[in-house]
């Protein structure tokens, strides 16, 4: 069973029953709220996510993907919620700074 744990937000753990899911769809069915701005379409990158272990479970990066990579407005541990999907197995991320919510409290 996939699973996503958010480092930063006191390591909550999301199970997904099923696999082949957008991290963020995920993410918003467990009730806990991630930052996008275009509407799930790859057109900015406020919904990006650290990627701290897990890389491998991802699908390979879309075309939107790459193309903010190559304006450096990803790094190569980051990728968008809105366009990863989650394969399989555990996927641990973290919120970066810039994207977080005023009204969720962080961990370290």
Same mark, same amino acid.
């Given at each position: 069973?996939?699973?996503?744990?958010?480092?930063?937000?006191?390591?909550?753990?999301?199970? /997904?029953?099923?696999? +082949? @899911?957008? !991290?963020?769809?995920?993410?918003?069915?467990?009730?806990?709220?991630?930052?996008?701005? #275009?509407?799930?379409?790859?057109?900015?990158?406020?919904?990006?996510?650290?990627?701290?272990?897990?890389?491998?479970?991802? /699908?390979?990066?879309? +075309? @939107?993907? !790459?193309?903010?990579?190559?304006?450096?407005?990803?790094?190569?541990?980051?990728?968008? #919620?809105?366009?990863?999907?989650?394969?399989?197995?555990?996927?641990?991320?973290?919120?970066?700074?810039?994207?977080?919510?005023?009204?969720?409290?962080?961990?370290?």
């Amino acid at each position: 069973m996939p699973r996503i744990v958010i480092q930063n937000l006191g390591n909550l753990r999301i199970d /997904s029953e099923h696999p +082949d @899911r957008k !991290v963020i769809e995920i993410i918003h069915q467990n009730g806990t709220d991630w930052m996008h701005a #275009c509407g799930k379409k790859g057109r900015c990158t406020t919904c990006k996510m650290i990627v701290v272990e897990g890389m491998e479970n991802l /699908s390979p990066e879309t +075309d @939107r993907e !790459v193309f903010y990579r190559n304006q450096n407005r990803l790094k190569p541990n980051e990728r968008l #919620c809105c366009q990863s999907l989650l394969l399989k197995d555990e996927l641990v991320i973290r919120v970066a700074e810039v994207n977080k919510f005023p009204h969720l409290d962080y961990t370290e």
